[in-house]
């Protein structure tokens, strides 16, 4: 454990330098830059309003904020997931080469995605601002689920990191993954449409739903949090984080001979 | 002297070399079910076991395929042995495959703070050093090019300057004098030359006796993965010249 700090603190400015690599780049050849961070989910959100208000007819004039809370979210937990989960091929050359401590690298994409969608969450208050979205106390508490979110992102993004070294296909599956995660977390629907129907138990065991129900409830609603969903989304996390962790330590001397 | 800084105990390291290289989900369960995962084992090294003390400059001699990249990989930290141990003081640079870590849409200068990073720098020692390496790069106002628009040489020049700028205890060379034009790998011979004064461990791997006997005091013979001799760089390569006519 002391050796694991020790290293850490070693590498921590390689750490810090992947991260800023991984932004740095991600904007250096388009014009506008790092605005596209606050445009890409402006301009969905636009998207998405016209045409389900147009489908569902609904009046409300807070929808965009409520599709913009489940939207943000949503594209930080799909990108950073598949970032974390291509890292370790993407460094593949560097891996062979030099020794460094592997788990840096998914580590260095979950948290440079964090860094962009915190950025991006300027979008949510400038909108929220715009459409006059009542303050409440409740509002303090959005950072819970914020803060959960990466602990969920990392645990999944080591497992998957792991597997994708030995599976190459796992990158295409878990698209396909992501996008039925997507369907079931509400983003631009009402839960109360899918509980009718009595397919509200698909919510209640998708971790990502319990992360974004907290958020509009903080956010939105002005109400405290879901207890049930605060908890399932603590534990699912803490799990994940413990499952990745233990998976990554296992398998990291074999990755050399797979990429 | 009297101080041991490399050993390498009883070491083994096997590659699984599948008969068909399954690297996807849907083979992998399909195989599995079938019971047609077999792994055929490969040793590419085998009981391997020295020891090099503080000060030596050992050639590691061999035919390809012998195992001593392999060797090398597994005392710089690379890979992690099937079998034994390998214990190392001081702080090893390991000038393999120069210049592989860059990314290449980065610019030179911003690759030596990455690839420093990567060989373990604090980011004040790079700072610190940065004039250092770009004036021994020669690479003038390419540092600010992205790396992509360098030719090999170029990229080789810079991994050479990067890795050579610390003191290293112990330094790993594998047939990197070959790096760049001539003016330039005369003047990494030296610098790693002006290194061997300061009493640096030397790993170095090379066809070539004539160079070993020229850098080496001791050197060791691989063949096909375990350790046929070591000892004094003359009689060494004296066997191992016999051996290979």
């Given amino acids: 454990m002391k050796q694991a700090i020790r290293n850490f603190m070693k590498y921590r400015y390689l750490l810090s330098e992947l991260i800023i690599k991984d932004i740095k780049l991600k904007y250096r050849r388009s014009y506008l830059g790092i605005l596209w961070t606050l445009l890409e989910p402006l301009l969905t959100m636009l998207v998405l309003t016209v045409v389900f208000s147009q489908i569902y007819n609904r009046q409300d004039k807070l929808f965009p904020v409520y599709i913009l809370t489940g939207r943000l979210l949503y594209s930080y937990f799909g990108n950073a997931t598949k970032a974390a989960m291509k890292s370790i091929r993407k460094n593949g050359q560097m891996i062979k080469k030099v020794y460094v401590p592997k788990y840096i690298y998914p580590l260095a994409s979950v948290i440079s995605q964090y860094i962009t969608f915190l950025i991006s969450l300027i979008v949510l208050f400038v909108v929220s601002l715009v459409l006059k979205l009542q303050p409440t106390k409740y509002m303090i508490g959005a950072i819970v689920p914020l803060l959960i979110l990466p602990v969920m992102v990392l645990g999944i993004g080591l497992i998957l990191a792991t597997l994708a070294v030995f599976f190459r296909d796992l990158e295409y599956l878990w698209g396909v993954v992501l996008m039925i995660i997507m ?46 969903a605060l908890t399932y989304s603590i534990v699912f996390s803490v799990a994940s984080l413990i499952i990745g962790v233990w998976m990554f330590y296992k398998n990291q001397d074999k990755f050399i001979l797979n990429i | 002297m009297g101080n041991t800084v490399i050993k390498v105990d009883h070491v083994g390291m096997e590659f699984r070399l599948s008969s068909e290289k399954v690297d996807n989900l849907k083979e992998f369960i399909i195989k599995k079910i079938k019971r047609q995962l077999t792994y055929e084992g490969f040793w590419a090294l ?6 090099v003390e503080e000060g030596d400059r050992v050639g590691i001699l061999g035919l390809n395929g012998a195992g001593k990249s392999t060797l090398l990989k597994l005392i710089a930290g690379v890979m992690k042995p099937t079998e034994g141990t390998i214990k190392t003081k001081g702080r090893i640079v390991p000038l393999i495959e120069l210049g592989a870590g860059f990314d290449n849409q980065y610019t030179g200068a911003e690759n030596i703070y990455l690839y420093g990073a990567v060989l373990g720098y604090s980011k004040e020692f790079i700072k610190e050093k940065y004039k250092e390496i770009v004036e021994f790069s020669e690479l003038g106002d390419f540092i600010h090019v992205p790396v992509k628009n360098y030719s090999s040489g170029m990229k080789a020049r810079l991994g050479f300057s990067i890795a050579t700028v610390v003191d290293p205890e112990i330094l790993i060379l594998d047939e990197v004098f070959a790096v760049g034009d001539a003016k330039f790998r005369k003047k990494s011979e030296k610098k790693i030359k002006s290194m061997f004064k300061d009493g640096v461990t030397v790993l170095f ?41």
């Avoid at chain 1, 509980?195 to 138990?201: E, Q």
């Fill in chain 2, 46 to 51: 085998k009981d391997v076991t020295f020891e």
């Fill in chain 1, 183 to 228: 369907y079931c977390s509400a983003i631009f629907y009402e839960p109360s449409r899918v509980v009718k129907n009595g397919f509200g138990w698909i919510l209640d065991i998708n971790p990502l739903y319990s992360l974004i129900i907290n958020f509009r409830n903080t956010v939105i609603y002005g109400q405290p949090f879901d207890m049930q």
């Fill in chain 2, 205 to 245: 791997v090379s066809h070539n006796i004539e160079q070993v006997k020229r850098i080496c005091n001791k050197a060791i013979v691989l063949e096909k993965g375990t350790l046929i001799a070591s000892g004094n760089v003359e009689e060494i390569s004296e066997f191992y010249e016999k051996k290979i006519k």
